[in-house]
């Protein structure tokens, strides 16, 4: 019988993990919902696994801004550890992947450089090498990383014992987003003690879906979960001004309320841990897989 994820089993959890690439990437996607599972008595627990050392233009938002890694990197932190309070969460864990780029040597880190080598000669890159370290593009394909996440995350499960977990989309259009997805999914495979937990993927990123986006599930919030989750994401000053932060964590919980008939809505997609040989067990494995419903799921306030 094809999983699920219902309303009995939200009520029923006690200790929930939000992963996210990014130090905002929470707030923004499953901080209603986030607030919504702490009101009901559970204990949320955050991973950050990418340290973004840059901010957001002041006069463009779209305008990245190269400031003093170190001084960036420890004002997000901040920033981070600041709003997981006002939801209420037990504990952020960051750990400290670098973005998809080259970066100079740590010790030169307070003047942060991005580099972009075309590989066309060898010596050049090579002499690049020297200085830099490659992090990845995207960080899933990143084996000097993958090992060492798996199995740190895998520890943070054992000591946390979450009863559902939530994470960025596979189908994300944002690399490191994406990547995050494939090494959280890769860990919970992994892992005998996440055999019955539920993995869920919040709504793609701001770069949006690598498909039609259609949620398996949507998870009604109130108005309380709702403006707990805009004072939250205004301390992401680096980020955004704080106007244009509550308007689209708004319209990311309206928009969905809509779709299922009330007032706000978190969108989410619940992960296929399939247990089949695509071999052997062919038609099992298809029916595992493939959605059979056209609609998603709602689970209400009650």
Avoid at 31 to 58: F, H, K, T
Avoid at 206 to 214: A, I, L, M, N, V
Avoid at 280 to 287: A, C, I, K, P, V
Avoid at 288 to 294: Q, V
């Amino acid at each position: 019988m094809k999983r699920n994820f219902t309303l009995e089993m939200l009520e029923n959890v006690r200790r929930f993990l939000c992963v996210g690439a990014h130090c905002d990437d929470m707030e923004i996607r499953a901080g209603a919902l986030c607030s919504r599972l702490i009101r009901q008595g559970a204990r949320g627990y955050e991973m950050i696994l990418v340290d973004g050392p840059w901010a957001r233009g002041n006069g463009n938002p779209q305008e990245k801004k190269i400031v003093p890694a170190r001084e960036i990197m420890e004002r997000r932190e901040q920033e981070s550890r600041s709003a997981a309070a006002i939801l209420g969460m037990e504990k952020v864990h960051f750990f400290h992947l670098r973005a998809s780029h080259f970066y100079r040597d740590e010790v030169d880190l307070n003047h942060f450089r991005f580099y972009y080598p075309d590989f066309a000669d060898w010596s050049e890159t090579k002499a690049l090498l020297e200085k830099a370290a490659y992090t990845g593009y995207p960080l899933g394909f990143l084996a000097r990383y993958q090992e060492k996440f798996v199995s740190e995350f895998q520890r943070m499960i054992e000591e946390i014992r979450p009863d559902v977990i939530f994470t960025h989309s596979m189908a994300d259009n944002h690399p490191d987003h994406y990547a995050a997805a494939c090494l959280v999914t890769q860990a919970a495979a992994s892992s005998g003690i996440l055999a019955d937990v539920p993995l869920l993927f919040w709504h793609p990123g701001s770069r949006g879906s690598g498909e039609p986006y259609c949620p398996t599930h949507l998870i009604e919030v109130s108005e309380e979960d709702v403006g707990l989750v805009c004072r939250a994401v205004e301390c992401y000053e680096s980020q955004l001004p704080p106007e244009q932060f509550r308007a689209y964590v708004r319209t990311l919980l309206t928009v969905p309320g809509e779709m299922a008939h009330v007032p706000f809505a978190m969108p989410c997609t619940l992960a296929v841990k399939n247990p089949y040989n695509a071999i052997d067990q062919t038609r099992e494995f298809l029916l595992e897989e493939w959605r059979t419903g056209a609609e998603a799921e709602l689970i209400p306030l009650r």
